[in-house]
């Protein structure tokens, strides 16, 4: 749950708790009569508000669904996150919503995943390892034992990795060969190493310190955008062209919507005041990101690659902030389900 989900239990207290569980509980009590595409959230015949109006769940109750990623006609999820959830990772239909449990682990599980074509690779930053799982199920091979792993990408050849350390000496961005060997270290001493894009040449993550880009055979790291006391980044995806990011807004506390160069040179801002706490998710021609529509409710927005005025996707409801873009549709969680949209 984000941090802005906690900040309002506290400071909302009764009143808020009230709604929210009234919201929930009308929403909770649907997925035993609900068929998988049923719309989000229904009564009387018109949609409930706050809730999602034109998402559809595709699968729940899913136990605290996180990362998901779309492969042609298969959701991968992963879930729980704590000692007694179910640390999981799912395969769901993306036409009829059926839930296949791939695996099963002891380990708590970081939430984040990444797929090629054979594989599911995950993280536990409790149990020190990035693992993966066949596509089709199976037993979770320990791929490489590291501190506090979070965050990863893949390419052809290699799994590469962050470890989340903020203090001294800083945590390393890593890959190691899919087929096995010994990690190499690319980038080691920043501190809040997390989100990571790789391509053909290059590797871009995210620190306390800003944006950089690292070779994919190792050297030096080259800062791409310098995080300042007003001008903060956080999260990252990318294109081929371009990094799309939040960046702070002056000393606000809000956060914008911006894109650089991969390549290098200034960034611009493609967007108002978004959910930092969320997550980016791209289209060939549109990013996606959540804004928040209340004090207990996000809304699902894009906006053009290029810059331009936020359409609304989709609002208002609850979402853990994980989203990803595949074929005509947006896929996202909340806290018991996987959600699709048309983009």
């Known amino acids: 749950m984000s941090l802005r989900k906690v900040w309002i239990g506290i400071a909302v207290g009764?009143?808020?708790?009230?709604?929210?569980?009234?919201?929930?509980?009308?929403?909770?009590?649907?997925?035993?009569?609900?068929?998988?595409?049923?719309?989000?959230?229904?009564?009387?015949?018109?949609?409930?508000k706050p809730g999602w109006t034109r998402a559809r769940r595709l699968a729940s109750p899913l136990d605290h669904p996180k990362g998901v990623a779309v492969e042609g006609d298969h959701a991968f999820v992963v879930t729980g996150g704590f000692a007694k959830a179910e640390n999981a990772v799912l395969r769901i239909s993306a036409t009829s919503g059926a839930v296949e449990t791939l695996v099963r682990v002891p380990?708590?599980?970081?939430?984040?995943?990444?797929?090629?074509?054979?594989?599911?690779?995950?993280?536990?930053?409790?149990?020190?390892?990035?693992?993966?799982?066949?596509?089709?199920?199976?037993?979770?091979?320990?791929?490489?034992?590291?501190?506090?792993?979070?965050?990863?990408?893949?390419?052809?050849?290699?799994?590469?990795?962050?470890?989340?350390?903020?203090?001294?000496?800083?945590?390393?961005?890593?890959?190691?060969?899919?087929?096995?060997?010994?990690?190499?270290?690319?980038?080691?001493?920043?501190?809040?190493?997390?989100?990571?894009?790789?391509?053909?040449e290059s590797v871009f993550f995210r620190s306390n310190s800003g944006l950089w880009r690292v070779p994919k055979s190792g050297g030096k790291a080259e800062s791409l955008l310098p995080a300042t006391p007003d001008h903060n980044v956080d999260r990252l995806v990318g294109d081929g062209s371009h990094l799309y990011?939040?960046?702070?807004?002056?000393?606000?506390?809000?956060?914008?919507?911006?894109?650089?160069?991969?390549?290098?040179?200034?960034?611009?801002?493609?967007?108002?005041?978004?959910?930092?706490?969320?997550?980016?998710?791209?289209?060939?021609?549109?990013?996606?990101?959540?804004?928040?529509?209340?004090?207990?409710?996000d809304a699902l927005v894009k906006v053009p690659k290029s810059g331009g005025t936020p359409e609304l996707v989709d609002g208002a409801g609850y979402s853990t902030g994980y989203l990803t873009v595949s074929g005509g549709d947006v896929y996202f969680t909340d806290i018991n389900s996987l959600f699709r949209v048309p983009k």
């Open 245 to 297: 990011f939040f960046q702070g807004i002056g000393s606000s506390g809000k956060y914008a919507v911006a894109r650089m160069p991969k390549r290098g040179g200034a960034a611009e801002t493609i967007a108002p005041v978004a959910n930092p706490t969320a997550r980016l998710a791209l289209s060939d021609t549109h990013v996606y990101y959540f804004r928040a529509a209340s004090l207990n409710d």
């Open 107 to 200: 380990q708590i599980l970081t939430g984040e995943l990444a797929i090629d074509d054979k594989y599911v690779y995950f993280s536990s930053e409790a149990a020190n390892g990035i693992l993966r799982v066949s596509k089709i199920g199976g037993p979770a091979v320990v791929v490489i034992e590291v501190t506090r792993p979070i965050h990863l990408a893949v390419d052809e050849t290699h799994v590469y990795f962050s470890t989340f350390l903020t203090q001294p000496p800083g945590g390393a961005l890593l890959r190691v060969a899919k087929s096995g060997g010994s990690p190499e270290v690319l980038v080691e001493g920043q501190a809040g190493m997390d989100q990571i894009v790789v391509d053909s």
């Open 14 to 48: 009764a009143v808020g708790l009230g709604s929210l569980l009234w919201a929930r509980s009308k929403d909770g009590a649907q997925p035993s009569s609900a068929k998988p595409g049923d719309n989000a959230a229904q009564a009387g015949g018109g949609a409930e």
